[in-house]
């Protein structure tokens, strides 16, 4: 028995086709139009067309897949045993594939019902279904911690990641690695309610550490030089490795006073944060020293290279290794300096997720013990 052809779907393709009309007479009253002009326009006319379509389908399908959870986690919600939930689940499995087909097997009316649990408000998986496929939210449905699932839900929204680089940012740990996971769960759910409402990203969310620069492929001895010239030889690799909101704009940039030239290793521009981001690499481990560096960049970019509506710029060291103590004493949030470590190549998983987890816990140690000091602390961190 074929599938129900959703209502939603239909009119929005009956919409369509008044656009699709509505060109085809632009098309026709054209002068002068030459086959190939006329092959490139009715080829546009049919990408869009299928864009759209796909658009339409996988709102349709993932609003419908959440129905259809909803109802069933309502029918089983006031039975407590466990096992009538899946004697249900079970029976409706067997029927509806009989009816529909495999697409309402047992595992997928599990996800629909995990997915209804997870996301309750209709309202927030309406705004969810233009923005992610099914299967985007199926990968972030298996998250369990509640603050990473909501970091990568609204992260892959807001930079559009496809599903296999959301799958390699959750198994890179791009969440642990960011600033805003060292911070305290009432800091993380502030911000991530601010971008929620806003769409607009703060630092903490933007900036992590370590970095990896695997794709690189630098092994044993090699210069800054080698570094920044790999690094531009896989620019598409490093921006998606930084995140897609920023833009190349300089290699080795030139800033100049009456008596001296100096170089920044690379400056790139975020666009969601309105602000240019100096980027400096340094082959040793992170010296104090060159904090006073990078604020003379900043400051030397503030002058002269800022227009008008952006932010103040933004500093990102990298460097082969640092001393969390040493970042700590210089307050570097305050200059607008990011530290990080980068990576070549990749430890074990497991050393890594033991790495960053005594990270984070040493980080949210030292803010409850600011917070001990000073009860303020966590408004100001979020609204700095």
Not at 91 to 108: D, F, H, I, M, V
Not at 219 to 245: C, P, R
Not at 298 to 306: A, G, M, P, T
Request: glycine content about 4%.
């Amino acid at each position: 028995m074929g599938k129900e052809f959703p209502l939603q779907l239909f009119w929005e393709l009956l919409s369509y086709g008044d656009i699709l009309l509505k060109s085809i007479a632009e098309v026709k009253n054209a002068p002068n139009l030459n086959h190939d002009q006329l092959l490139i326009e009715i080829s546009s006319l049919i990408e869009d067309g299928k864009r759209r379509i796909a658009r339409e389908f996988n709102s349709t399908l993932v609003l419908l897949n959440w129905l259809i959870g909803s109802r069933i986690n309502q029918a089983v919600l006031g039975d407590v045993r466990a096992e009538y939930g899946e004697q249900i689940i079970d029976r409706l499995a067997e029927q509806l594939t009989l009816k529909y087909g495999k697409g309402y097997s047992r595992p997928n009316l599990f996800r629909m019902l995990r997915f209804a649990k997870l996301f309750p408000e209709k309202e927030i998986v309406s705004t969810l279904s233009r923005q992610l496929s099914w299967s985007h939210l199926m990968l972030c449905c298996s998250i369990e911690d509640a603050l990473k699932r909501d970091f990568y839900t609204q992260m892959c929204g807001i930079e559009r990641w496809s599903v296999r680089i959301l799958k390699g940012k959750i198994d890179n740990m791009l969440f642990e690695r960011t600033a805003l996971s060292k911070k305290p769960d009432a800091v993380i759910r502030q911000q991530l309610q601010h971008t929620k409402e806003t769409g607009e990203l703060s630092p903490d969310l933007v900036f992590h550490d370590p970095c990896f620069l695997n794709f690189t492929g630098l092994k044993d001895a090699y210069s800054e030089a080698d570094l920044e010239s790999a690094i531009l030889n896989q620019i598409t690799e490093f921006i998606q490795e930084l995140g897609t909101d920023f833009c190349f704009v300089a290699r080795q940039k030139r800033m100049s006073t009456n008596n001296k030239d100096r170089y920044l290793d690379l400056l790139f521009f975020h666009r969601r944060l309105r602000r240019l981001i100096a980027i400096e690499l340094k082959l040793t481990s992170f010296e104090p020293e060159h904090k006073g560096q990078m604020e003379w960049y900043l400051r030397w970019l503030d002058k002269n290279e800022r227009c008008q509506g952006e932010e103040k710029p933004l500093g990102i060291i990298l460097c082969a290794s640092k001393d969390q103590e040493d970042v700590e004493y210089l307050e570097l949030d305050a200059s607008g300096i990011h530290v990080a470590q980068y990576l070549t190549e990749l430890p074990p998983k497991a050393i890594l997720e033991e790495k960053l987890k005594t990270a984070i816990t040493v980080a949210k140690e030292h803010y409850l013990k600011l917070e001990l000091n000073n009860p303020n602390t966590l408004i100001e961190d979020f609204e700095a």
